[in-house]
């Protein structure tokens, strides 16, 4: 059964900081990992998608690397400000498709 | 539309009635899922179609919960004789195809007293 690890569970950092939220998952034959961000209150926003056959992805001041063979994702957020405070969350695809396993996110504060 | 749609944003109901949620994905998005959040407990899946056929219902808590999507398009969830461990978030998500990036709606908030 897989199983999604996100750690840590807070980070509150100053703004301007580099950052890596870090996420494990149990199982490697996955079919893709996305990256979500949840604001207080609505659903969720799409980061970053993953393939399994990609080592990384990048967007803006965002980038995800996936490592599936140790069973690991890194989300690393460059000089982050306060709009980037959020909970995120990861989530795995299986081969086998249709459903996603998610984390249970890291909730990131940003202080001006 | 622009996003996916979900009503009522809010539902406060007795324990014991029926409720339902609906869900209007993305326009053309072939694929639909269903997800609970509650407090603590992180996501869970609930249900997945593709197209009007469910090929995944492993996340139904019960027998108290269905769905049922048609047109390709709508989804419906409905959840029987409500109990209060039922109080949650209901998330749903829509992709183009199955293995697609996930569009979320802002997710209907069910309160069971």
């Known amino acids: 059964k897989q199983e999604v690890t996100q750690i840590p569970a807070a980070l509150s950092v100053p703004e301007g900081e580099n950052l890596v939220l870090n996420c494990s998952f149990t199982?490697?034959?996955?079919?893709?990992l996305q990256w979500f961000r949840q604001d207080p209150g609505k659903g969720l926003t799409s980061l970053l998608l993953?393939?399994?056959?990609?080592r990384e992805q990048t967007s803006g001041r965002l980038n995800a690397s996936l490592d599936k063979s140790s069973g690991r994702s890194t989300l690393y957020i460059a000089a982050s400000q306060p709009g980037d405070s959020a909970t995120y969350l990861c989530?795995?695809?299986?081969?086998?498709?249709?459903?996603?396993?998610f984390g249970q996110g890291t909730e990131l504060s940003v202080k001006p | 539309g622009a996003g996916v749609s979900q009503s009522p944003s809010n539902k406060v109901t007795e324990k014991g009635k029926d409720v339902e949620l609906r869900c209007d994905p993305i326009?053309?998005?072939?694929?639909l899922y269903w997800y609970r959040q509650s407090l603590g407990q992180g996501l869970e899946f609930l249900i997945y179609?593709?197209?009007?056929?469910?090929?995944?219902k492993s996340g139904l808590p019960s027998d108290r919960f269905s769905a049922e999507r048609t047109g390709g398009s709508v989804s419906t969830l409905t959840i029987q004789r409500t109990q209060q461990e039922d109080s949650a978030v209901y998330l749903c998500?829509?992709?183009?195809?199955?293995?697609?990036?996930?569009?979320f709606g802002e997710g209907s908030r069910l309160t069971v007293l």
């Open positions: 199982d490697s034959a996955i079919y893709n």
């Open positions: 179609f593709q197209g009007n056929s469910a090929p995944d």
């Open positions: 993953i393939q399994s056959s990609q």
């Open positions: 989530a795995v695809e299986g081969n086998q498709g249709g459903k996603l396993i």
């Open positions: 326009s053309g998005h072939t694929a």
């Open positions: 998500a829509s992709s183009v195809v199955r293995t697609g990036e996930l569009f």
